[in-house]
C-alpha cells in the first residue's frame, strides 16, 4: 500500500468489462464506487486484490471489478474469504453481501470470523429487505413494516407487517469484540471511501456496515437522509463502552468509524505459534493441497 499523495492508479483502473445490472438508483453503485476509489487511493495492485461474496443483488459485485473474485454459495461468504486470506495472506481480501446473506444464513459465522481477526474487510450493504428473491423481509427489516414497494403484479411479503425484532448488526460485532467497526451510507461517498480505506489498512477483522437502499423493494433514500447523523464530535472509537451503549439506543443512524483496538490478526498469531516461516507454511499447504488434487 502507498500514500496517497503518490498513487498513480485511478478507480477505473479497477474496473472489469463487464457492466453493473444492478437496477437503476441501487444502492450498491455507490458502494461499488467508494470501493475502487479506496482500491486507487492505497494503489493496490489488481492481480493481489480478492473479493469474495454470497447470493444477493450484492454477490454480482466481483463480476464487475477487476482482480480476482469468487461468488460463492449463500452465506458462506466470510468462511470462503478467510481460508483465501490464510492460504496467501499477502492478498488484500474483500468480502461483500447483504445483510441477508450475512445475518440470516450467514450469521452463525460472523462471531468466529470476529473473534479470529481475520485481516479481511467485511461490507454488509445493508438495504433491509431481501432484493434479488422480490421483497421478503429480512433480518434488519423494521418491526411491523408491512407492504413495501413492489409492482401491482408482485404477491405482498409480511401483509399484516412484519412480527419479529431486526438484528443490531452493529451492536452484535462490538459484543462479538470487533477490532473495526464501522458505517456509512451510499448517498455519502466521500466518507464511504475514507471509512473503507481506514478498514482496508486496519490489520484485522474490519466490519463495514454500508447502508445501501433498495429502490425497488424498499426504498429508503429520503427516510435516511434524514435519519443519519454522524457521530459526535468528542466520538472516542477507543471506547467501546459507549459505542455498545449507543448501538443498543440509537434513534439515528450514526456515520462513521464506531470501534477500533488493535491486536493481531490470525495469520500473525499462527505464524507465532508455529514459528514457521511464511514460504515454509505456503509450502506446506501446496503440498496438502496437491494431495487431494
Given at each position: 500500500?502507498?500514500?496517497?499523495a ?34 486507487a ?65 450467514g ?40 407492504a ?14 412484519v ?14 469484540g ?18 473503507l ?63 477500533r ?18 514460504p ?14
Open positions: 500500500m502507498t500514500d496517497t503518490t498513487a498513480v492508479r485511478k478507480a477505473s483502473d479497477y474496473k472489469s468489462e463487464n457492466k453493473p445490472t444492478w437496477c437503476p438508483g441501487c444502492g450498491d453503485f455507490g458502494v461499488l464506487s467508494a470501493l475502487f476509489k479506496a482500491f487511493q492505497l494503489d493496490l495492485d489488481p492481480k493481489k486484490i480478492v473479493i469474495v461474496s454470497g447470493i444477493g443483488c450484492s454477490g454480482r459485485l466481483p463480476e464487475f471489478a477487476a482482480g480476482y473474485g469468487l461468488h460463492g454459495v449463500h452465506g458462506r461468504t466470510l468462511p470462503t474469504a478467510m481460508g483465501v486470506k490464510l492460504a496467501n495472506p499477502e492478498l488484500t481480501v474483500v468480502a461483500v453481501g447483504g445483510d441477508g446473506d450475512g445475518f440470516a444464513i450469521g452463525g459465522h460472523v462471531p468466529h470470523a470476529v473473534r479470529r481477526n481475520v485481516d479481511i474487510t467485511y461490507i454488509v450493504m445493508d438495504n433491509e429487505v431481501y432484493g434479488l428473491t422480490k421483497g421478503q423481509p429480512s433480518p434488519t427489516t423494521p418491526q411491523g413494516m408491512a413495501v414497494k413492489r409492482s401491482p403484479s408482485m404477491p405482498k411479503m409480511a401483509p399484516r407487517g412480527p419479529e425484532m431486526p438484528l443490531n448488526m452493529l451492536a452484535m460485532v462490538l459484543a462479538y470487533g477490532s473495526f467497526i464501522a458505517r456509512g451510507f451510499s448517498s455519502l461517498p466521500n466518507q464511504l471511501v475514507d471509512i480505506v481506514q478498514g482496508i489498512r486496519h490489520p484485522g477483522f474490519s466490519f463495514v456496515q454500508a447502508l445501501s437502499p433498495c429502490i425497488t423493494f424498499y426504498d429508503t433514500y429520503d427516510l435516511w437522509k434524514g435519519v443519519v447523523e454522524q457521530l459526535p464530535a468528542d466520538w472516542n472509537p477507543q471506547d467501546r463502552v459507549r459505542a455498545f451503549d449507543l448501538a443498543l439506543n440509537e434513534e439515528k443512524f450514526h456515520l462513521g468509524l464506531w470501534h483496538r488493535d491486536r493481531p490478526p490470525l495469520h500473525e498469531v499462527l505464524g507465532a505459534a508455529h514459528d514457521v516461516p511464511a515454509e507454511r505456503r509450502a506446506a499447504l501446496e503440498r496438502v493441497m496437491d494431495a487431494f488434487a
